[in-house]
């Protein structure tokens, strides 16, 4: 079994910031690729970031660039996401995913290509 935690979700006013963390555990020691997704209320799920299990490969969805950082303990399945100068279009459940079969240096964009789903932690932004 392989568990996905989110930790970090919370309110805070627009142009705030707020880091987001995502631990992979469990039975197996294999790295995985991770990412974050997120949906709001009356929305599809989105994509938002992805790591390759590398660390070295990322990808961004044009909302978030230049606002948003990933990033990833080295030799650990956790990830971290740095949000800053949120937005209130930002408010949304996020989804913390681990993909255990991508390529060491793929970030994978596609729910698809993920096994593994946190519970998810709410990110409110007020204006």
């Known amino acids: 079994q392989v568990q996905v935690v989110e930790s970090g979700g919370g309110l805070v006013q627009a142009g705030g910031s707020l880091r987001l963390s995502c631990a992979a555990s469990g039975r197996t020691s294999s790295s995985y690729a991770m990412g974050w997704f997120r949906q709001a209320p009356g929305k599809e799920r989105e994509f938002v970031v992805s790591i390759s299990k590398s660390g070295s490969s990322t990808n961004y969805a044009d909302s978030v660039k230049g606002r948003f950082t990933i990033s990833r303990d080295g030799a650990k399945n956790t990830v971290y996401l740095q949000m800053n100068s949120l937005k209130p279009e930002d408010t949304a459940g996020y989804f913390c995913?681990?993909?255990?079969?991508?390529?060491?240096?793929?970030?994978?964009?596609?729910?698809?290509?993920?096994?593994?789903w946190g519970q998810g932690t709410q990110v409110t932004v007020s204006s």
């Open positions: 995913a681990a993909a255990r079969s991508s390529g060491y240096y793929y970030a994978p964009l596609r729910s698809s290509e993920y096994d593994y």
